[in-house]
Structure formats: C-alpha cells, structure tokens
C-alpha cells in the first residue's frame, strides 16, 4: 500500500476501524469468561477494554491532528505539534503506557501482515507504525539527565531536542558527541524510553493468559503456556536498552565490513536501561523503497531475505521484529538495520532441528520424515489421527518460496495466503497442532518477512539464495550479491 494523500487523509478518518478489531477481541474475552471461568474475567476484560479505549482515543486525536496539519500553516502546526506533547510521566503512563506497549506491538504487527484485512482497519491499525505522539523535549531531557547524570546538552556537544522517529517504547533524537579516539565530532541517534512505560508493560504482561484464553477458543489442541511464557520474556527484555545495547553489538561485531548488511556501532559508555546511543544513519524509508525500480526492490528484498536467514542459521540469532521501520535503504542492495530490542537466541538443538525440517519438506519432500520432525519439535503431539500428507499439506506451506528451484515472484497475496492459512480453523491439522517456545517468533519470519517482500513484489531465485545459507546445503553463490557475500566470508 502507497501512503500519498489521499491513503493519509481517509487514515485519519478511519482510525474508529480499531474499535472494530477490539470489540472483536472483547466479545471473544467475554465469551470464553462465561463459559470457563468466574467473573473476575470479566472485571479483567473490562480493565483492558478501558486501557485499550485509551489507546484508542489518543489514535484518533493524533490521527485528526495529521490530517490538520495537510492544510494548516507551518507556524500552525508547530502549535499543533505542540498541543499533542506529553508532558509529564503520569500523562504517558494514563495515556501511552498501553498503547506504546502491547497495543502498539500487536497494532504494528497487524497492520502490515495481512493485506486481506479490510482497508479501513489496515488503515487505522497503521496509524501505529508512526502515529504516536512524542514526549516533550523537557521531559526527554528529565530522562536523560537521570540516566547520565546531566542534561543532554552537557552530556552531549549538540543536541536537538525535536526527536526524529517515535517508537513503540521511545523516541529517537539526534546528537553530536566528542569521539575521544579522535577527538572528533561524532552523530549519534540517543533512544529515550518513555518514563513509566515499562511498568505499563509489565502491567499488561500480567493479563497475557487473555492471550491464550482467546486463541484457545479457535485452536482445541493449542496449549498457549509456551507461547504467553516466551512473549513475556522477550517483551520484558525489550524495555532494557542494556539488553538492546548488547544485541546490536552482538549483530554489528557479526556483520563488521558486511558488503550490504550494516548496523549501527553503540556507544555503551553512553547507554543505560532507559537511553541507548549509536551511529546515527540516513537513509531512504520503506515508503521510498516501495517506489523504486524493480532491480532496486529486488536487492533490497535479497539482502534482508538473507540478515534473516544467515542470522536464524549461522549467528543461531533472530531480529524478532522484520518491521519496515526498522530499515534504512541506500541503493544498490545495502540496508542498515536498526532496533535489536526484540532478539530470539536459538540453541544448537532448535536450529538443528528448523534446518532439518527445511530439509524435509523443501528439499526432500519426505511427508513421513517430516512428520517425525514436527512431532519431535512438539508442533503436533504424536499418533493423532491425521493423514502424513494433510501434516505435510498444512506446515510445508511455508516453505513453498524455496520448494523447488525456479525464478518466483512474491505476492502480497501470497503473504496474506500465509496468515490466513497459519489461523485456518477448518484444518483438521489447526485441532490438534500447538506452538512450542522456540517456535513463537520463528512465526514472525513468516508472517513479517514475507508479507515485506510481498509489498516489495520481488523477483529472484530464492531456492538457490537459501541454499547459500542453509547449513546442510553450504551452496556456493547464486547472484551478484551472493558473490560479495561470499569475498566477504573468506576474509573474515
């Protein structure tokens, strides 16, 4: 989908579809409360249908405040930018905690995953990405001073205290720092977390068996235990830059000299649980990719099919975020790769295992060892009474891209086949199949990445670039690019 005018105009008018999707999720809440459980479900329900009105409602007054701004004066919407801040940590616990929380997360998630959704609440469900209102520059600055012990501009040769991007749990300034190596001037982009908004989360976290009693309700074999334990913990990570801080190092150490892949070095002397600094780059946006030329989108969707892939195999390491925010676009295939808040380390075993099946399913098409596999990872507890051929049918679908070795296409409309296929009820596979720990953000590389190349409409083939990276099959290069990579390995 292509944000120009019109796109951001019937956005702002449309930002009541999220009204749909929660009343979708209350009804389902209430329904499972009156049949499972006593009423104290219901006061929970009704507590988060309360927190969810005011994500909501602070949608909708940024979303009409977009659409004021079309046709105000430059003086005038700095006014309006103004009206909008927060102000204080109690206004961004009331009136951010959620919503920049778990709201925003799955808002986020849902808004570029499936093109079946009905316009007006993929819409509205986008305004998430990059709705949401900023902090004020003074309390960004109360922040910092805690955490560093002085304000930023003492802490920092210049700052600019106007932020240039807002995430789901802070927002983004520029600074300039003095290089003590070189004595140089140095740009960074300083992360501030929003005051509060961790314990808004943990709150929320506390109400996540909601998750489960919803999904439970559509999916009779699924034991949602592993799946709420695994997005606690990785969300809880999420609010410590420290942890975020040791992530990207870990992936910028990894891909150092990279011909396509970079990432951002931190500056830890600078970073705390609640500010992280690094490298600040420029770049072009997804929104600018997305209007490029076929052989541009076609190595943008080349390199990151293959950050993902390499980290999933060779790093054991997974981005659990494939966000188009999270990408900056310089041309010729090279992408830097920004918020490394959300990281899924994999053992030996798991990777062994994803790898195996891969095998299985696209390489072999072996049905009967597949099925082993998927019994043995846990996704289908063993000797239920489904056909080998319907296990194959239904988990293979993901692994259609780089089944066969052929020059492909990706579709948007294979991207939402995929989720609509991933919460089919009607399979008699969907009744007995379940979802394991280290499964649970595997999924976003299937519902995120693809829908992304998707939108990209990619071209190329991707069997023979996934055999590059596949463990068991160590192939040589296919592309251009595979190429470089593979100079690039050999000087490491």
């Given at each position: 989908?292509?944000?120009g005018?019109?796109?951001?105009?019937?956005?702002?008018?449309?930002?009541?579809g999220i009204?749909?999707?929660?009343?979708?999720?209350?009804?389902?809440?209430?329904?499972?409360?009156?049949?499972?459980?006593?009423?104290?479900?219901?006061?929970?329900?009704?507590?988060?249908?309360?927190?969810?009105?005011?994500?909501?409602?602070?949608?909708?007054?940024?979303?009409?405040?977009?659409?004021?701004?079309?046709f105000?004066?430059?003086?005038?919407?700095?006014?309006?930018?103004?009206?909008?801040?927060?102000?204080?940590?109690?206004?961004?616990?009331?009136?951010?905690?959620?919503?920049?929380?778990?709201?925003?997360?799955?808002?986020?998630?849902?808004?570029?995953?499936?093109?079946?959704?009905?316009?007006p609440?993929?819409?509205?469900?986008?305004?998430?990405?990059?709705?949401?209102?900023?902090?004020?520059?003074?309390?960004?600055?109360?922040?910092?001073?805690?955490?560093?012990?002085?304000?930023?501009?003492?802490?920092?040769?210049?700052?600019?205290?106007v932020?240039?991007?807002?995430?789901?749990?802070?927002?983004?300034?520029r600074?300039?720092?003095?290089?003590?190596?070189?004595?140089?001037?140095?740009?960074?982009?300083?992360?501030?977390?929003?005051?509060?908004?961790?314990?808004?989360?943990?709150?929320?976290?506390?109400?996540?068996?909601?998750?489960?009693?919803?999904?439970?309700?559509?999916?009779?074999?699924?034991?949602?235990?592993?799946?709420?334990?695994?997005?606690?913990?990785?969300?809880?990570?999420?609010?410590?830059?420290?942890?975020?801080?040791?992530?990207?190092?870990?992936?910028?150490?990894?891909y150092?000299d990279?011909?396509?892949?970079?990432?951002?070095?931190?500056?830890?002397?600078?970073?705390?649980?609640?500010?992280?600094?690094?490298?600040?780059?420029?770049?072009?946006?997804?929104?600018?990719?997305?209007?490029?030329?076929?052989?541009?989108?076609?190595?943008?969707?080349?390199?990151?099919?293959?950050?993902?892939?390499?980290?999933?195999?060779?790093?054991?390491?997974?981005?659990?975020?494939?966000?188009?925010?999270?990408?900056?676009f310089?041309?010729d295939?090279?992408?830097?790769?920004?918020?490394?808040?959300?990281?899924?380390?994999?053992?030996?075993a798991?990777?062994?295992?994803?790898?195996?099946?891969?095998?299985?399913?696209?390489?072999?098409?072996?049905?009967?060892?597949?099925?082993?596999?998927?019994?043995?990872?846990?996704?289908?507890?063993?000797?239920?009474?489904?056909?080998?051929?319907?296990?194959?049918?239904?988990?293979?679908?993901?692994?259609?891209?780089?089944?066969?070795?052929?020059?492909?296409?990706?579709?948007?409309?294979?991207?939402?086949?995929?989720?609509?296929?991933?919460?089919?009820?009607?399979?008699?596979?969907?009744?007995?199949?379940?979802?394991?720990?280290?499964?649970?953000?595997?999924?976003?590389?299937n519902?995120?990445?693809?829908?992304?190349?998707?939108?990209?409409?990619?071209?190329?083939?991707?069997?023979?670039?996934?055999?590059?990276?596949?463990?068991?099959?160590?192939?040589?290069?296919?592309?251009?690019?595979?190429?470089?990579?593979?100079?690039?390995?050999?000087?490491?």
């Open positions: 989908m292509k944000w005018p019109r796109n951001r105009w019937l956005a702002a008018g449309a930002v009541a009204a749909v999707v929660l009343a979708a999720v209350l009804a389902a809440v209430l329904r499972a409360a009156r049949r499972n459980g006593p009423l104290s479900a219901i006061g929970r329900t009704r507590r988060n249908l309360q927190l969810a009105g005011l994500g909501v409602g602070l949608g909708s007054s940024y979303a009409s405040a977009s659409a004021r701004k079309l105000a004066s430059a003086p005038r919407r700095v006014e309006i930018d103004s009206a909008l801040q927060l102000r204080s940590a109690e206004q961004v616990a009331a009136r951010l905690g959620d919503m920049k929380g778990a709201l925003m997360k799955v808002g986020q998630m849902a808004s570029y995953l499936d093109d079946g959704l009905p316009e609440v993929r819409q509205a469900l986008a305004t998430l990405q990059a709705g949401a209102p900023p902090m004020s520059a003074d309390l960004a600055a109360g922040v910092v001073e805690r955490e560093l012990g002085a304000p930023p501009d003492e802490i920092f040769a210049e700052w600019d205290p932020p240039i991007a807002s995430a789901s749990i802070g927002q983004v300034h600074a300039l720092v003095v290089d003590p190596a070189t004595g140089r001037e140095r740009a960074v982009a300083v992360k501030v977390q929003y005051p509060g908004v961790d314990t808004a989360i943990e709150s929320d976290l506390r109400n996540t068996e909601l998750i489960g009693m919803i999904m439970r309700q559509g999916f009779a074999g699924l034991d949602p235990s592993d799946m709420v334990e695994e997005i606690r913990e990785r969300l809880t990570e999420e609010v410590d830059y420290r942890i975020e801080a040791r992530n990207q190092a870990h992936f910028a150490e990894y150092r990279h011909p396509y892949i970079s990432v951002p070095a931190v500056m830890p002397e600078l970073s705390t649980s609640r500010v992280l600094v690094s490298d600040l780059v420029d770049g072009h946006t997804w929104a600018d990719v997305l209007e490029w030329d076929d052989r541009e989108r076609d190595l943008a969707a080349e390199c990151l099919f293959r950050f993902v892939f390499r980290s999933l195999y060779r790093m054991h390491a997974f981005n659990g975020d494939p966000h188009p925010g999270n990408y900056l310089h041309g295939g090279r992408v830097t790769f920004l918020d490394f808040g959300l990281v899924k380390y994999f053992t030996t798991e990777t062994t295992t994803f790898a195996d099946m891969v095998q299985a399913a696209a390489v072999q098409h072996d049905g009967v060892r597949f099925r082993r596999l998927v019994e043995a990872a846990g996704l289908l507890p063993a000797g239920m009474p489904v056909e080998t051929g319907d296990v194959m049918a239904y988990f293979s679908q993901f692994y259609e891209p780089v089944a066969t070795d052929h020059t492909m296409t990706w579709t948007q409309q294979y991207a939402s086949t995929i989720v609509r296929h991933t919460f089919d009820r009607s399979s008699p596979i969907a009744q007995y199949a379940t979802v394991p720990k280290a499964f649970v953000f595997i999924q976003r590389i519902l995120g990445l693809y829908a992304l190349l998707g939108d990209l409409g990619a071209t190329g083939n991707y069997r023979r670039i996934a055999e590059e990276l596949w463990p068991f099959a160590n192939g040589g290069p296919s592309t251009p690019m595979g190429r470089d990579e593979s100079r690039w390995l050999d000087r490491r």
